[in-house]
C-alpha cells in the first residue's frame, strides 16, 4: 500500500470500504495524467481514449467517461462516511500530487453549508481533517534547520620547505614513476609550453578543486600561489619570467595538488545555528527507500530470530501506528522497540524516519544526524536513540546528542506558542528496551533533555 495512502487511512480511521476506495484513486491517480484536456476536437479525442486505456488497465469494467475529462464515481452506501473518503482523496492529491484547488459541488443550500462546516470548522464534531490537522493551515508543522553552516579556508603561510624546487621534482617524478610503473613517461618539462603567468596557471587549477570557491578565498588564492612562485624563483636563481611560466606549466599539478593539500589542513567547517526556517501546514515526509530482498518480509509480531544478526536481513511489516507500514531494522534493539511502540496504549504514532528527514548537524556541522524514532503521545514527542550501554557515554554520541536536543529545544519554542506539543530528545540504553515494558515505563527511567 502507498505511504501516503497508509498514513490518511491511519489518521481518518478508514473504514475498510472507505480504504479501498483511497487506494484505487492512489493507483488512478499514478496513471492519468492530471493534467487540463486539450480544446482541439482531434487532441482531445485522442487525450480522453488514452486517459480512458489507463483507467481500464486497473479498472476494466470501466465503459466510458460521462465528461469531456476523466471522471469517477464511487458507489458508496449511505453513512459509512462519504464526506470522511471525500477529505482523505483531496488530502493525499495534496500530499502525493501537489494539487491544492478543489471543487466541491453541492446539491443544495443545506449541504453546502453542512459542508463548509464540515471541511472549515475545527471545533465541529465532525470536522473532516479532524485526524490529519498538518493538512490545514491549524495547527502548523514546523521545519526547524541549522541555517548558515560555513566551510571556510583559514588563512595561513604556505610551507615550501619541500616540493618548490622544480630540478628536484623534476628527478622525484622520474624516481617514482620508474619505481612504479614500466609504462611511466615523463611529463614534466615535455608538456607544451604556456604563455600564461604562473600566478594564473596555478589559480587556474586550484579552483578546479571542487571545494575551492575563487569568490569565496581569491585573496588567499593569490597570497598562497605568490609565495609558491616566489619559492621557486628563489631555487631557480636568474630564471627569466618565460621559463618560469614554461616550468610552473610543467609541474602545474603537482604544485597545485601541493598547495590544495595545505589549505585542507586549515579547511573550517563554522556551524550556524538552528532557525525556524519554514512553518508549512505540512511537512512533507519523503517516500521510502526500502528493497525486500529474496528472504522476504516477516510480521513485527513474530520472535526476534533466534541469530540476532539475521534481524538485518529481513523486511518487517504489519505496522499500523506507524507512517510507513514496513522498515528494516539494524538490530534485535530497535526491532523490540518499534514492537513496545506499536503495541503500548500510551504511543499515538511513530515513525523511523527516513534519511534527508532532519536537518540537524553535529561535528562542527560536518556531519548529518539521523535519529532512530520520533515519537508521539498524547502530551509530548520523544526524539529517541537507542544505543548498547556501553556506547551511551561516547563522544560522539553524546555530540550527536547535543545537536539533537538543541533542535528539539528549537522546535518546542515554537511549538508551544502554537498550541503544539513539547520535544524532548532521549538516549535508550539497550538494557530498557524488553517486550514487556511500557513506553512510560522507558522514559521514567532516562534523563529527559
Known amino acids: 500500500m502507498d505511504s501516503q495512502v497508509n498514513y490518511i487511512r491511519q489518521r481518518l480511521s478508514l473504514r475498510k470500504p472507505l480504504a479501498k476506495a483511497l487506494e484505487l484513486t492512489a493507483r488512478l491517480a499514478d496513471k492519468l495524467s492530471l493534467q487540463k484536456p486539450p480544446t482541439d476536437p482531434d487532441m482531445l479525442e485522442m487525450f480522453i481514449t488514452a486517459e480512458l486505456a489507463k483507467v481500464k488497465s486497473i479498472v476494466p469494467t470501466v465503459k466510458g467517461f460521462d465528461r469531456d475529462f476523466p471522471s469517477l464515481a464511487f458507489s458508496i452506501a449511505t453513512g459509512i ?119 594564473e596557471q596555478l589559480i587556474a587549477s586550484l579552483i578546479d578543486f571542487d571545494d575551492v570557491d575563487y569568490d569565496e578565498v581569491s585573496d588567499l588564492l593569490y597570497k598562497l600561489v605568490g609565495q609558491a612562485v616566489d619559492a621557486i624563483r628563489s631555487n631557480a636563481p636568474g630564471i627569466s619570467d618565460d621559463d618560469l611560466n614554461e616550468r610552473v606549466h610543467a609541474f602545474k599539478q603537482s604544485l597545485s595538488d601541493n598547495i590544495y593539500k595545505q589549505m585542507k589542513e586549515h579547511y573550517r567547517i ?50 499500523k501506528k506507524s507512517y510507513y507500514t514496513k522498515y528494516r531494522f539494524d538490530s534485535s534493539t530497535e526491532l523490540d522497540f518499534a514492537f513496545i511502540l506499536e503495541t503500548n496504549n500510551e504511543v499515538l504514532k511513530w515513525i523511523r524516519p527516513v534519511p534527508n528527514q532532519f536537518n540537524i548537524y553535529w561535528s562542527s556541522g560536518a556531519k548529518k544526524y539521523e535519529p532512530d524514532f520520533i515519537v508521539e503521545t498524547s502530551d509530548a514527542i520523544y526524539m529517541c536513540e537507542t544505543k548498547a550501554e556501553k556506547d551511551v557515554n561516547d563522544s560522539d554520541v553524546q555530540a550527536k546528542a547535543e545537536a539533537a536536543r538543541e533542535f528539539c529545544r528549537r522546535a518546542t519554542e515554537f511549538t508551544v506558542q502554537n498550541d503544539g506539543k513539547p520535544w524532548h530528545y532521549i538516549i535508550i540504553p539497550h538494557t530498557l528496551v524488553d517486550r514487556t515494558y511500557s513506553f512510560n515505563y522507558i522514559i521514567s527511567q532516562v534523563n529527559l533533555r
Open 81 to 199: 462516511g462519504k464526506t470522511r473518503l471525500m477529505g482523505a482523496i483531496i488530502a493525499y492529491l495534496y500530499l502525493k500530487k501537489g494539487i491544492k484547488h478543489f471543487f466541491i459541488l453541492a446539491p443544495n443550500l443545506t449541504l453546502y453549508e453542512k459542508l463548509i462546516k464540515d471541511f472549515g470548522d475545527e471545533s465541529y464534531s465532525k470536522y473532516v481533517f479532524k485526524g490529519i490537522s498538518e493538512f490545514v493551515a491549524s495547527p502548523p508543522r514546523i521545519v526547524v534547520e541549522q541555517q548558515n553552516v560555513k566551510a571556510i579556508f583559514e588563512d595561513f603561510d604556505l610551507d615550501t620547505s619541500n616540493g618548490y624546487n622544480l630540478d628536484e621534482l623534476h628527478r622525484e617524478i622520474i624516481r617514482q614513476g620508474l619505481h612504479d610503473s614500466t609504462d611511466f613517461e615523463v611529463i614534466a618539462g615535455k608538456s607544451g609550453s604556456s604563455r600564461r603567468p604562473a600566478v
Open 270 to 319: 563554522i556551524p550556524g545555528e538552528f532557525k525556524i526556517n519554514k512553518v508549512l501546514p505540512f511537512s512533507k515526509i519523503p517516500d521510502q527507500p526500502i528493497v525486500v530482498n529474496n528472504r522476504g518480509s516477516l510480521d513485527f509480531h513474530e520472535p526476534v530470530p533466534a541469530q540476532k544478526s539475521a534481524v538485518v536481513k529481513f523486511v518487517y511489516v504489519g505496522f
